[in-house]
């Protein structure tokens, strides 16, 4: 059972995601908005699950790495709108990446509503994208 996911949100405020979202599946987008296939492909595709299935809680979480720290309208300018389309929160450090030892960005971590690691995948390219449609699917009904 994960503990916690302890973030800062976009106001700086310290977050712990499971307190926040209690009782919720969670598919947990790990990026960085240098990424190219994180912020292409990655972030458009989570929206993609937000919007077509209700019963998630897609929340963007956005890495940092070395001594730069990301601002709230770094965040926001990935996005044509300006605006964010699902929660996001930044990982000071890097140390949700490290505590779900992330291959590298974009990272997936899906969550039970018990606070189980459902599955953990890697990228966001077609083979990754079908084994998180698979996943997104299992997760929703219930699967083990």
Request: with cysteine; aromatic share 10%; net charge negative.
């Amino acid at each position: 059972m994960i503990e916690s996911i302890l973030v800062t949100d976009l106001d700086g405020r310290k977050i712990d995601l499971l307190t926040e979202y209690q009782h919720k599946a969670l598919v947990l987008i790990i990026y960085n908005n240098s990424c190219l296939g994180c912020t292409g492909r990655a972030i458009p595709l989570a929206y993609d699950f937000q919007q077509g299935n209700p019963s998630i809680q897609v929340i963007g979480i956005h890495s940092n790495f070395g001594k730069n720290k990301t601002t709230k309208e770094d965040i926001k300018s990935i996005f044509t709108s300006g605006e964010v389309p699902f929660p996001i929160y930044i990982d000071d450090n890097h140390s949700v990446f490290d505590q779900f030892e992330s291959a590298g960005t974009p990272q997936w971590i899906l969550i039970t509503p018990e606070r189980v690691l459902y599955r953990s995948i890697f990228g966001s390219q077609d083979g990754a994208q079908n084994r998180l449609f698979y996943a997104i699917e299992g997760l929703v009904k219930g699967d083990s």
